[in-house]
């Protein structure tokens, strides 16, 4: 478009450069930014005049400030606006060599402005500033989400703040507050930005104080070490306002990573912990042995003895009894800070507790030798002492684990397995028939890795086909509180690979109506020349979803 065969109207030029370059300099935005906002007042106005159907352009010169105005026609092959275009003919009788596509510029005169004309002008201008000054706010601060700022509280609505950072406005919520704290406006604020949306009115910042990542960036403001990643924060676990666990790693050696956190005399906890409303902060060293990091993890409870189960992420902890109270903490603060800190389920048992749920574990399982193997107690408290917790381990371990039992010799041995294998194979044949006499389909029994006790578990729960569990979600399966497997201690994975097992017959059916489907299309090919199938005939069978 050749704007130089644009007039310039009559205004003072200076003046509008001098504006533009005020105006950028204290909203903190572009000068051609103020200057376009400038060029579109000037539009509308102009339309105003000469018709808001026309296509007027105004384009100010960032030198010169001179204005210049015109309407622009497009060359069109049909001419479907009369305003906006205009045919290869008519245009050529203007620009001998216009082609279609082409713009011609048609140069209008100076408009001047009426009251109403500047009025209109000024809103759009001070629109387009306001645009302009909420885009460059979110520029600045669409990076800076996860950093620590300071601010000033300028408005409390429904226990919502407002808070001033100086360029910008952010909101804290009342729900992202340490419980009991209040601020008022003016008072001074710091806290976490997590969160920067651009929205239509404008960029929404969002602050927080309770999170776990603030305090790991207190620490980061308070302790040089953690600044300099010298000391790692492995993990934070918050009550807000009131207690709080923080795991940290050293990668020197020679550096204690907790005491360098507590700093001389408490001062850089201290400090972190002013910040946070009193809020009290155990320091742990992390570990990469869970038993070790979680035992870290309960200070400043003593802990006896643990066991893990690594499948199911859950550990048991045996502490002395004058150590219970202290090691779950008041409303199991201590216990459940320690599980969100070390991402394991931890349950808390005394030594009695423990020692009493051993020795019914014993019985119990005494009780299940006895039954299946048909022997006495003394051999079956043998058998179970030895670590041996169900009959198919009787079964199917090698000999020489059960020779290795004090007392036992090849006869006893080979006779404890036929007793064994002859149990399992009756509990199966009692099993199978249950499951038959339920309804359980023989192709959902024969999923690989599903029980006969679990086949008939599924029975019970009106499960018989395989589609019916391969309907099922994860969670339907495995869920601990009414997941339909869940005493089977299945792991996610297992009960995935079961799913899918299930599963393999849809896409079996996907692949044979895919064959059918090309079969009939050759089919359909090799027909006679004189014959044609019907117009619009039955689409392919889609594949299932």
């Not at 001179?66 to 203007?94: C, F, P, Y």
């Not at 713009?103 to 402005?113: A, C, E, M, R, T």
């Not at 902890?317 to 394991?344: E, Y």
């Not at 028939?433 to 339920?438: F, K, P, Q, V």
Request: with cysteine.
């Amino acid at each position: 478009m050749d704007m130089d065969a644009i007039p310039a109207a009559g205004m003072d030029r200076l003046e509008l450069l001098q504006v533009a370059d005020t105006v950028a300099r204290e909203k903190s935005i572009e000068r051609d930014e103020v200057l376009e906002a400038m060029e579109q007042a000037i539009q509308k106005a102009a339309r105003s005049k000469y018709g808001q159907e026309h296509d007027v352009r105004a384009y100010i010169d960032r030198k010169s400030g001179d204005i210049k105005l015109a309407r622009i026609l497009e060359v069109a092959e049909e001419v479907e606006n009369e305003i906006t275009q205009l045919t290869l003919e008519q245009a050529r009788h203007r620009k001998p060599d216009a082609e279609i596509g082409d713009f011609l510029v048609d140069p209008l005169p100076p408009i001047d402005f009426s009251r109403i004309a500047a009025q209109t002008a000024k809103q759009v201008i001070v629109q387009r500033v306001r645009d302009a000054e909420r885009q460059q706010q979110y520029e600045e601060y669409k990076d800076r989400a996860g950093e620590v700022v300071n601010g000033i509280v300028k408005r409390v609505e429904f226990g919502n703040l407002t808070v001033d950072l100086g360029r910008a406005e952010a909101v804290l919520r009342r729900d992202e507050m340490i419980p009991r704290e209040s601020f008022r406006a003016g008072d001074r604020v710091r806290a976490y930005i997590y969160d920067v949306r651009s929205e239509p009115r404008g960029p929404q910042i969002f602050l927080t104080r309770t999170r776990p990542e603030f305090m790991a960036k207190l620490f980061a403001q308070e302790v040089p070490e953690v600044y300099d990643k010298i000391i790692e924060i492995r993990a934070v676990a918050r009550d807000p306002g009131s207690r709080a666990k923080i795991a940290v790693l050293s990668n020197d050696s020679s550096i204690d990573p907790v005491g360098a956190c507590v700093g001389m005399r408490g001062s850089r906890v201290q400090a972190v912990v002013g910040e946070l409303q009193g809020e009290k902060i155990d320091i742990i060293q992390w570990n990469p042995d869970p038993a070790t990091f979680i035992v870290n993890a309960l200070a400043p409870a003593e802990v006896a003895k643990v066991v893990l189960d690594e499948d199911q992420r859950r550990i048991e902890v045996v502490v002395p009894d004058d150590q219970l109270s202290l090691a779950i903490g008041r409303r199991g603060q201590n216990v459940r800070l320690a599980s969100h800190l070390t991402q394991w389920e931890i349950a808390i048992l005394t030594e009695d507790e423990e020692s009493e749920r051993r020795q019914e574990e014993f019985r119990t399982r005494s009780q299940m030798f006895m039954d299946a193997l048909d022997v006495d107690d003394v051999l079956a408290h043998l058998i179970v002492a030895e670590g041996f917790s169900t009959v198919e381990e009787v079964a199917f371990v090698p000999m020489t684990d059960l020779l290795s039992i004090e007392g036992f010799d090849q006869e006893l041995a080979d006779e404890l397995r036929d007793r064994a294998t002859a149990y399992l194979a009756e509990e199966e044949a009692r099993l199978t028939a249950r499951r038959r006499e339920l309804g359980v389909s023989d192709e959902l029994a024969a999923i690989p890795g599903l029980s006969p006790a679990m086949a008939v578990t599924l029975g019970e729960a009106d499960i018989r086909s395989l589609d019916d569990f391969a309907d099922l979600s994860t969670d339907e399966v495995i869920d601990q509180d009414d997941g339909v497997l869940r005493d089977y201690a299945l792991t996610e994975e297992e009960a995935n690979r079961l799913i899918m097992a299930a599963r393999a017959h849809w896409f079996d059916d996907e692949d044979e109506d895919t064959e059918a489907a090309g079969a009939g299309s050759d089919e359909a090919g090799e027909a006679d020349p004189g014959t044609s199938a019907p117009e619009g005939g039955a689409p392919a069978p889609e594949p299932m979803s």
